[in-house]
């Protein structure tokens, strides 16, 4: 099983709809869970934190479901500026560790006008 | 905002070449990355540094990487026999604290190995 898992997309979606993403982590002493946004070429940088009891950040939302060790990310009302990859991120690794962050491969979103 | 400044932007080199990419992390951060992102694929975790040691290295750090803060500010990666997989960017990232907390990553140095 991947470290971490994310569906590749393209999801192409209208502006101003609705989008989710999911991700799975195979790790389970990862502590620390968030959603990186990277645009084309460009470094990744940091969309959200996530917490176990989900958060909110304007149009986004994040949740943890640590049983399933699923994370999902909300964007709603999305507009054309959303068009990105957004990258699932856990701390720790298979084995151990604590400092390095372990990256999903991404998902593709386009947001079309 | 503050942020990470990397040099070169570009780098080409012939293989069996050493490089060196240079880092300038925010001031008062304490903990350093080197990540890397190969075209097409994920950012991975290469090596983490506080306190002017490693703290913690990935498979891929072999004998051929090293890290060094030789001042108070830059922070560099070292390969010394490049080879063509080592062609990738490379991302510099500092954080206040460990990496459960927010990392800015530097806009990164493409290096293209020949």
């Known amino acids: 099983r991947k470290e971490v898992e994310q569906d590749p997309g393209p999801f192409n979606v209208p502006e101003g709809a609705t989008v989710a993403f999911n991700c799975t982590y195979s790790n389970s002493a990862s502590q620390s869970f968030f959603w990186y946004r990277q645009d084309c070429r460009k470094e990744p940088k940091l969309l959200m934190s996530v917490y176990s009891s989900g958060n909110e950040d304007g149009r986004f939302t994040a949740q943890l479901n640590r049983a399933s060790q699923y994370i999902s990310l909300l964007i709603r009302d999305s507009k054309l500026s959303d068009s990105a990859t957004y990258l699932c991120v856990v701390n720790g690794k298979t084995g151990g560790g604590a400092d390095g962050l372990t990256f999903g491969k991404g998902t593709h979103l386009i947001i079309q006008p | 905002e503050p942020e990470v400044t990397q040099t070169p932007s570009h780098q080409v080199t012939q293989m069996g070449q050493e490089v060196i990419l240079r880092c300038v992390p925010i001031?008062?951060?304490?903990?350093f990355y080197w990540y890397r992102q190969i075209l097409g694929q994920k950012v991975e975790f290469l090596v983490s540094?506080?306190?002017?040691?490693?703290?913690?290295k990935s498979e891929i750090f072999d004998d051929q990487f090293s890290v060094e803060r030789p001042d108070g500010s830059n922070f560099t990666l070292k390969i010394r026999s490049t080879k063509l997989e080592d062609s990738a960017m490379y991302f510099c990232?500092?954080?206040?604290?460990?990496?459960?907390?927010?990392?800015?990553f530097g806009s990164g140095t493409q290096l293209s190995v020949l």
């Open positions: 540094f506080y306190n002017n040691e490693i703290s913690e």
């Open positions: 990232a500092s954080s206040e604290g460990t990496a459960r907390e927010k990392l800015f």
């Open positions: 001031s008062n951060h304490l903990y």
